[in-house]
């Protein structure tokens, strides 16, 4: 089955405690996104990569940390997590972005 | 900058019944793309349907269609024969053409279908 598969889908954390959530796509897909969502804000864009090695800021970056060292794979570092970085964060990836997205099922994180 | 707008904060209608949600961007490109996502309570993002700027015809998929009107900016969702399990949020989403990476979402509209 295509799908973007994102770990863990619950996470409870303390400042400054740093931790990874895992992203995989089985579709070779070339493009990759993380962002986030607010209530009121809709998704926001943090990272994204549209190949191996290639990453680039969206429009929310701070705090954040991303790598691309293989195709299928897009993991989110938080060095140093801080409460207002609680949030629901999905990871998405796309053949050419303009043919739309296909989301993972999204990591809850609460940083206390 | 991009900016796409959902006025529409909640709806509900009855089961079988006709919705639309509205969507409005604000753009100087010509040339990009319009998405509508579903999210229902299990949270999982859903793509419902795509339109690509350039095409005047309006994009369907089964119950589901928009109502593009690129003068005004304007991107509306149709649902019909609405269903139960269409309950969501939906979200409008805008990418500035083929090369663009981000897509740019709206606020979202909670969606409920009452029995």
């Known amino acids: 089955e295509a799908q973007v598969t994102q770990n863990p889908r619950y996470l409870i954390t303390v400042t400054g405690k740093k931790l990874t959530v895992t992203c995989s796509q089985n579709m070779n897909h070339e493009y990759m996104s993380w962002y986030r969502q607010d209530p009121g804000l809709g998704l926001r864009q943090i990272y994204y990569s549209m190949n191996v090695e290639v990453t680039d800021k969206g429009d929310v970056p701070e705090g954040y940390k991303v790598s691309r060292k293989e195709k299928r794979n897009f993991p989110l570092i938080l060095e140093s997590p801080s409460p207002n970085q609680t949030s629901l964060y999905f990871c998405?990836?796309?053949?050419?972005?303009?043919?739309?997205?296909?989301f993972g099922s999204g990591t809850r994180l609460t940083v206390v | 900058a991009q900016t796409v707008t959902q006025s529409q904060p909640e709806m509900s209608v009855q089961e079988a019944e006709t919705v639309t949600l509205s969507c409005t961007y604000d753009?100087?490109?010509?040339?990009?793309?319009l998405f509508w996502y579903k999210q229902p309570p299990s949270r999982q993002m859903i793509l419902v349907i795509r339109q690509e700027a350039y095409k005047q015809q309006n994009a369907t998929e089964n119950r589901f269609s928009v109502n593009f009107q690129k003068a005004a900016k304007s991107f509306s969702l149709k649902i019909s024969d609405s269903q139960l399990g269409d309950t969501a949020m939906y979200f409008c989403?805008?990418?500035?053409?083929?090369?663009?990476?981000?897509?740019?979402f709206g606020q979202g509209t909670r969606l409920t279908i009452n029995p």
């Open positions: 753009t100087s490109e010509n040339n990009y793309y």
């Open positions: 989403a805008f990418m500035k053409g083929r090369g663009a990476q981000k897509l740019v």
């Open positions: 998405a990836s796309s053949f050419a972005g303009f043919d739309g997205y296909t």
